[in-house]
């Protein structure tokens, strides 16, 4: 035996094969099965949560459609798993239930509400009988987020949509921007109109009016703005509101605009009514000046001398301010 050669290296080289050398080599064998074994059950465990995956997306209304035995967890993973996959385009319309079709919308809505929002839109296009239970649970959440001109541009852009359910959630969502955000509901109205979309100036006198009744001082601003016959009715009706609830500030910001003809019929109304005419003469035939037309100023003045007349005929005085610089009577004249 060569100096320094062990035992083992001695029998290993006259071609021995002891149990122990052969140890290691059994082991090497063992793991390799191991190996095969472990990643034959990782398959078997992806394939089968691939087709848990699969199944029917949750049930939102349980009692509607019957229980179902799986964990909250299993249904949410699923229908979550199904927005996914049609995340860039609508949702499948083969789908068999309604419980179906409001599962996806409700998976779709914690990854894109905007989206979901327009799935159930087109459902509701394909399936006008399922509408209201389609759209009518996104509405409230969607309010509450302050989504209101993408809620409106996607009922706009929806082709097919019942024109009855398509008015209803228009006036309700344009309804609640306005209470939220009126000057913005306003802009967006406005726009529309100015553009001659459908059905716009039915909306923008919708929000003016409601506008109008939370603060009239805004709503007269903005609507002094608008150009059009349009804007010269909204602005008799707002700044009307205006001086009935604080005709004060009202008649101090028609001051402040000069000879301003849009102002013309909210001045003519207001200045001869018998309530400023009886409580502040002066202040009634002052206001009556500042219409710009000649024609309705005339006659504004006539109507307010007819209402000083009618409280004190006694007060000639008055009588012959209101009707400085008139011209004779467009109507019948006072006796």
Do not use: C, Y
Not at 297 to 319: K, S, V
Request: proline residues 7%.
């Amino acid at each position: 035996m060569p100096i320094g050669e062990s035992r083992w290296q001695r029998r290993a080289r006259m071609g021995a094969s002891p149990k122990r050398w052969q140890r290691p080599t059994a082991l090497a064998g063992l793991t390799g099965l191991t190996a095969v074994a472990l990643a034959l059950l990782a398959g078997a465990a992806w394939l089968a949560w691939d087709g848990f995956l699969s199944e029917a997306p949750v049930r939102l209304h349980p009692d509607a459609v019957g229980p179902s035995n799986r964990s909250p967890w299993a249904q949410a993973a699923t229908a979550t798993a199904v927005a996914e996959a049609s995340a860039d385009r609508p949702p499948p319309t083969d789908t068999t239930t309604l419980a179906q079709w409001q599962a996806l919308l409700a998976a779709e809505w914690v990854r894109d509400a905007q989206q979901a929002w327009r799935h159930a839109l087109q459902l509701a296009a394909l399936r006008p009988a399922w509408a209201e239970a389609l759209v009518q649970p996104l509405l409230e959440p969607l309010w509450q987020r302050r989504e209101f001109e993408g809620m409106l541009n996607s009922l706009d852009q929806t082709p097919g949509l019942p024109a009855q359910w398509r008015d209803t959630w228009a006036s309700a969502t344009l309804s609640q921007w306005t209470h939220f955000a009126p000057a913005q509901a306003a802009a967006w109205a406005s726009a529309r109109a100015q553009r001659a979309m459908p059905g716009a100036a039915e909306a923008l006198v919708a929000v003016n009016d409601r506008w109008a009744h939370q603060d009239a001082r805004s709503a007269t601003m903005f609507a002094s703005t608008l150009p059009g016959i349009t804007g010269q009715a909204l602005l008799t009706e707002s700044l009307s509101r205006w001086l009935a609830l604080d005709g004060t500030a009202a008649r101090s910001w028609i001051r402040t605009q000069g000879t301003n003809g849009s102002l013309d019929a909210a001045i003519a109304l207001h200045a001869t009514q018998d309530e400023l005419a009886r409580q502040s003469p002066q202040e009634a035939i002052e206001l009556v000046r500042h219409i710009a037309d000649p024609a309705r100023r005339q006659q504004a003045q006539w109507a307010l001398a007819q209402t000083l007349r009618d409280i004190d005929p006694n007060r000639q005085d008055l009588l012959d301010q209101a009707l400085q610089g008139a011209g004779p009577t467009p109507m019948e004249p006072l006796p």
